[in-house]
Protein backbone atom coordinates (compact mmCIF):
# COMPACT_ATOMS: atom_id res chain seq x y z
CA UNK A 1 0.00 0.00 0.00
CA UNK A 2 1.32 3.74 -0.47
CA UNK A 3 -0.11 6.55 1.90
CA UNK A 4 0.81 10.10 1.11
CA UNK A 5 1.46 11.96 4.06
CA UNK A 6 0.88 15.97 4.02
CA UNK A 7 2.16 18.57 6.20
CA UNK A 8 2.94 22.80 5.94
CA UNK A 9 -0.56 24.01 6.21
CA UNK A 10 -1.97 26.68 8.53
CA UNK A 11 -3.39 30.23 8.88
CA UNK A 12 -1.65 33.39 7.08
CA UNK A 13 -2.27 36.62 6.50
CA UNK A 14 -2.61 37.59 3.19
CA UNK A 15 0.90 38.57 1.62
CA UNK A 16 2.17 35.89 3.60
CA UNK A 17 4.11 32.55 2.44
CA UNK A 18 3.10 28.85 3.74
CA UNK A 19 5.22 25.84 2.35
CA UNK A 20 3.17 22.68 2.17
CA UNK A 21 5.46 19.15 1.78
CA UNK A 22 3.74 15.49 0.67
CA UNK A 23 5.68 12.23 1.31
CA UNK A 24 4.64 9.23 -0.21
CA UNK A 25 5.49 5.72 1.78
CA UNK A 26 4.94 2.22 1.87
CA UNK A 27 5.71 -0.14 -1.48
CA UNK A 28 6.84 3.10 -3.38
CA UNK A 29 8.68 1.59 -6.56
CA UNK A 30 8.64 4.76 -9.18
CA UNK A 31 6.60 7.91 -8.63
CA UNK A 32 5.22 9.43 -11.88
CA UNK A 33 3.56 12.63 -11.62
CA UNK A 34 3.20 14.50 -8.22
CA UNK A 35 0.55 17.34 -7.62
CA UNK A 36 -1.46 19.64 -5.50
CA UNK A 37 -4.72 20.16 -5.68
CA UNK A 38 -7.14 22.39 -3.55
CA UNK A 39 -11.09 22.79 -2.98
CA UNK A 40 -12.14 25.85 -1.04
CA UNK A 41 -16.12 25.62 0.08
CA UNK A 42 -18.84 25.37 -2.60
CA UNK A 43 -16.30 24.86 -5.55
CA UNK A 44 -15.04 21.97 -7.20
CA UNK A 45 -11.75 20.80 -6.77
CA UNK A 46 -8.91 22.36 -9.18
CA UNK A 47 -5.28 21.43 -9.88
CA UNK A 48 -2.90 24.08 -8.47
CA UNK A 49 0.30 22.78 -9.41
CA UNK A 50 2.54 19.85 -10.71
CA UNK A 51 5.80 18.12 -11.61
CA UNK A 52 6.46 15.33 -13.86
CA UNK A 53 8.78 12.91 -13.22
CA UNK A 54 11.36 14.57 -15.57
CA UNK A 55 10.65 17.92 -13.81
CA UNK A 56 8.04 19.67 -16.08
CA UNK A 57 5.90 22.10 -14.27
CA UNK A 58 2.34 22.87 -14.73
CA UNK A 59 0.52 25.88 -12.53
CA UNK A 60 -3.23 27.28 -12.43
CA UNK A 61 -2.72 30.68 -13.85
CA UNK A 62 -4.28 31.94 -10.48
CA UNK A 63 -0.84 31.16 -8.93
CA UNK A 64 1.61 31.52 -11.53
CA UNK A 65 4.53 33.79 -10.30
CA UNK A 66 3.09 33.16 -6.70
CA UNK A 67 3.93 29.10 -6.08
CA UNK A 68 6.62 26.90 -7.02
CA UNK A 69 6.15 23.10 -6.80
CA UNK A 70 9.15 20.83 -6.37
CA UNK A 71 10.03 17.90 -5.68
CA UNK A 72 12.71 15.29 -4.44
CA UNK A 73 12.78 11.85 -5.58
CA UNK A 74 15.05 10.70 -3.15
CA UNK A 75 12.10 11.35 -0.43
CA UNK A 76 9.42 10.53 -2.21
CA UNK A 77 8.34 13.92 -1.80
CA UNK A 78 6.68 16.91 -3.09
CA UNK A 79 6.62 20.26 -1.66
CA UNK A 80 4.78 23.57 -2.70
CA UNK A 81 6.12 27.09 -1.96
CA UNK A 82 3.14 29.60 -1.62
CA UNK A 83 4.26 32.79 -2.15
CA UNK A 84 2.12 36.63 -1.81
CA UNK A 85 -0.72 34.46 -0.52
CA UNK A 86 -4.30 35.74 -1.23
CA UNK A 87 -7.41 35.58 0.38
CA UNK A 88 -9.04 33.15 -2.37
CA UNK A 89 -6.32 31.27 -2.07
CA UNK A 90 -8.16 29.56 1.20
CA UNK A 91 -9.05 25.58 0.62
CA UNK A 92 -7.97 22.63 1.62
CA UNK A 93 -5.20 21.71 -0.18
CA UNK A 94 -4.38 18.27 -1.24
CA UNK A 95 -1.49 16.34 -2.58
CA UNK A 96 -1.77 14.07 -5.60
CA UNK A 97 0.70 11.01 -6.94
CA UNK A 98 0.52 8.71 -9.67
CA UNK A 99 2.95 5.86 -8.24
CA UNK A 100 3.83 2.67 -9.00
CA UNK A 101 4.35 0.11 -6.24
CA UNK A 102 4.46 -3.31 -5.17
CA UNK A 103 1.43 -5.46 -4.97
CA UNK A 104 1.63 -9.26 -4.57
CA UNK A 105 5.15 -9.35 -6.41
CA UNK A 106 4.01 -7.28 -9.43
CA UNK A 107 4.22 -3.47 -10.61
CA UNK A 108 0.91 -1.87 -9.77
CA UNK A 109 0.43 1.97 -10.91
CA UNK A 110 -2.27 3.69 -8.84
CA UNK A 111 -3.69 7.52 -8.37
CA UNK A 112 -2.94 8.19 -5.30
CA UNK A 113 -4.47 11.13 -2.45
CA UNK A 114 -3.06 12.60 0.23
CA UNK A 115 -5.72 13.62 3.30
CA UNK A 116 -5.96 16.83 3.25
CA UNK A 117 -4.52 20.07 4.74
CA UNK A 118 -5.99 23.22 5.33
CA UNK A 119 -4.25 26.72 4.37
CA UNK A 120 -6.20 29.90 5.26
CA UNK A 121 -5.45 33.33 4.05
CA UNK A 122 -6.65 36.19 6.24
CA UNK A 123 -7.30 39.30 4.79
Known amino acids: QVQLVESGGGLVQAGGSLRLSCAAS????????MGWYRQAPGKQRELVAAVSSGGRTDYADSVKGRFTISRDNAKNTVYLQMNILKPEDTAVYYCNAIVVSSLGGSAYQGNYWGQGTQVTVSS
Open 26 to 33: GSVLSINS
